[in-house]
């Protein structure tokens, strides 16, 4: 069948077999060819950790069976295809919500572990698979067993954050933590420079739970943004909004999002969203998945697709390159509506290839434009190198081997533990398998 | 609590429109299949969506005549359920069954005398409460034969037929019934069909449709609905077009 990433940027056919609860380890034999193959759930990393060029796909939406659920201690197990979309809104309404949730509910929960993903709420609560009590894992070359950070405890590390590489993520338990509000009471400052950003999110870190800030990366003058913290609201008894259901229809034959249309948007942003500043409240869905409310938002980018670049670079070295990274976009004229500025906490990750650290990090979208696009990223490259930082695989299509294992020291350790029967085009492009 | 049964639990689409049954209200649910550890899987699942539930499942022989009527027996001892969807099936191997008569006669039980004995053991408990929406799922292969699959739409075909002559029957009374054709879904039981076969709907859309359909006491639910139209031009195709189709 034929699949992309959330980037668009390729669309292949691929042999897909859809798992299922009673597939054994005997089915997820490689071909007799050798062919090897990845998991694909919704599809939502950017780049090519969930594609799989030249070989097949497992399908993890027949895995999609809550199992049990502890009213007690908040332990959820399900299975890995289960949404986490599915999970906030029936739990939501009893008080219960994930830990930890990136930008999009539409990923699947073998998704969330494969890439360790994280929140609005690293500083405070760590990422994902930092609420996970075990893994059970199906290996092509051994029976199903289960992993966790007391048990085959190396195998979880591996897992968590192993891009779905160390065999296939067929169950998972997790916490749930128990919530005042499914609503959020927020503040919107502004900030006018990244030493004011540094601050702000210094000054945020003990009282308020979420916090992220919307940088515009066009502007040359000065590093100006937009700084939304938040905490749940206490008081629990209020109604869901009624859901607006906008989709961008089709791909439009150019890409909405240039030169023009960029400056014009992150200038009005500023400004609507600098009208808002001061206390206000949100519900989860709006705060934690703004871009959810537009189905198919990717679409915009166009035909050719978009790339996004996340990087995080450890705190020391950190606002300088920041600074110079944001001064090579603007001079470039690329770069992006979303552009987002967080910080991440020191709790430690349990994955070997779990992209959070202590540090900042920057994501950013870039429509793709072709040489000049990837140009620039090379540009960028050198800066985060330069300063010690890493790329996020699940955002990636194109970082070079080099700064794969530059960024990612445990990556000798992790290699023992990769499934020979599963590969993905991101392990065959920065690891040459 | 409303009373719900499913035959043929373990079917994607069934489990689908559980999922949507008790998402409304909690309900006094039986699951019946034919595998007693995939039924509790599907079970656990929606315990863990609907505490409130009650959920039971029951197991046994599916085809047998005898074992169909003690099976209902067993459900129904303790009272007439609200709601009954029968939604068993086996896709056939069209090209095996034409080799195979043991195969075709198997197929031919399954997916259309097994679902017509159930649908009659059910109706008529249905009749004796005054009241009861039973669904039957049938098949857009059941609205024409072709060659790709004519042992599969034969036995759909069955239960289409049944369906009208028992809708004609119940006219009237307070039970309902509403036969369902679903076009090609994607299940586990059309995973095999890759990108060679039509395109696959989305079971949860399918299932909405479905669970709607039932609700507002349709007779006949095509899901997705566009398939209403498809079927009514193939149905109408004169024989010397149809017969040159690769279909």
């Known amino acids: ?433 | 609590m409303k009373r719900f049964i499913i035959i043929g639990a373990t079917s994607s689409i069934a489990e689908h429109c559980a999922r949507l049954w008790i998402a409304e209200a909690p309900i006094n649910l039986t699951l019946v299949g034919r595998d007693a550890s995939r039924t509790k899987s599907i079970a656990d699942d929606l315990k863990v969506r609907s505490p409130g539930s009650a959920i039971t499942v029951v197991s046994g022989n599916l085809v047998e005549p005898e074992s169909i009527q003690r099976l209902v027996n067993q459900i129904l001892k303790d009272g007439n359920a609200d709601c009954a969807l029968i939604a068993h099936g086996s896709l056939a191997d069209q090209s095996a069954c034409q080799q195979d008569l043991a195969l075709t006669a198997e197929e031919l039980s399954i997916n259309g005398i097994s679902p017509v004995l159930f649908a009659e053991a059910i109706a008529n408990s249905m009749v004796r409460a005054g009241h009861g929406t039973l669904g039957v799922i049938g098949s857009v292969a059941g609205d024409r034969g072709r060659k790709s699959n004519y042992v599969y739409g034969a036995g759909k075909g069955l239960v289409a037929r049944y369906a009208q002559g028992l809708q004609h029957r119940l006219a009237g009374t307070g039970v309902t019934v509403t036969l369902i054709k679903p076009g090609p879904t994607r299940t586990p039981m059309t995973a095999h069909l890759g990108d060679s076969g039509p395109s696959l709907a989305d079971v949860a859309k399918v299932a909405a449709t479905i669970v709607s359909g039932m609700e507002k006491r349709r007779n006949v639910v095509y899901a997705p609905r566009r398939w209403w139209v498809i079927m009514m031009i193939i149905r109408h195709l004169p024989r010397f077009i149809f017969n040159k189709m690769d279909i």
């Open chain 1, 1 to 433: 069948m034929k699949l992309s990433s959330w980037g668009r940027l390729s669309d292949d056919n691929y042999p897909a077999t859809v798992l299922s609860r009673e597939i054994g380890n005997q089915q997820l034999t490689p071909s007799d060819n050798g062919e090897t193959s990845i998991v694909y759930g919704m599809g939502r990393s950017y780049g090519d950790v969930c594609l799989n060029p030249g070989g097949g796909v497992y399908l993890s939406n027949g895995l999609d069976r809550l199992c049990s659920f502890d009213a007690t201690s908040g332990e959820l197990i399900c299975e890995a295809g289960v949404l986490l979309k599915d999970i906030q809104t029936l739990f939501s309404a009893k008080g219960w919500m994930l830990p930890v949730t990136p930008g999009t509910q539409y990923v699947t929960v073998g998704g969330a572990v494969a890439n360790d993903v994280h929140g609005k709420n690293h500083h405070s609560h760590g990422c994902f698979s930092s609420h996970i009590n075990w893994i059970r894992l199906a290996r092509t070359d051994r029976e199903d067993f289960v992993c966790s950070p007391t048990k085959e405890a190396s195998w979880f590390n591996a897992t968590t954050g192993g891009l779905g590489l160390t065999g296939i993520i067929k169950e998972v338990s997790l916490n749930l933590r128990r919530v005042s509000s499914c609503w959020l009471d927020t503040e919107t400052l502004t900030y006018s420079s990244l030493a004011e950003f540094s601050q702000i999110s210094k000054d945020s870190e003990d009282d308020w739970e979420y916090t992220v800030s919307w940088i515009d990366c066009n502007s040359r003058k000065h590093n100006r943004g937009i700084f939304i913290r938040a905490n749940h609201s206490q008081s629990g008894a209020e109604s869901t909004p009624t859901k607006s259901r906008l989709r961008v229809p089709l791909v439009p034959p150019l890409s909405l999002v240039n030169r023009m249309t960029l400056t014009a948007f992150n200038q009005a942003y500023f400004l609507s969203q600098k009208q808002k500043s001061g206390m206000g409240k949100s519900h989860y869905q709006s705060y934690f998945y703004p871009l959810d409310g537009i189905l198919d938002w990717n679409r915009m980018y166009g035909p050719k697709g978009f790339y996004q670049y996340q990087l995080v670079v450890p705190y020391e070295s950190g606002m300088p390159a920041i600074k110079a990274i944001l001064h090579e976009i603007a001079v470039s004229g690329q770069g992006s509506f979303l552009s987002v500025l967080k910080t991440f906490g020191d709790a430690p990750s349990p994955g070997l290839l779990s992209f959070p650290m202590e540090g900042l990090t920057l994501a950013l979208d870039f429509p793709n434009r072709g040489d000049i696009t990837l140009q620039l990223f090379r540009r960028i490259d050198a800066i985060v190198a330069e300063a010690g930082g890493r790329l996020y695989p699940a955002k990636d299509a194109r970082m070079p081997a080099e700064l794969f294992t530059a960024g990612y020291p445990h990556l000798p350790e992790f290699l023992l533990y990769r499934d020979p029967g599963l590969s993905s085009g991101f392990s065959k492009r920065v690891m040459g398998w």
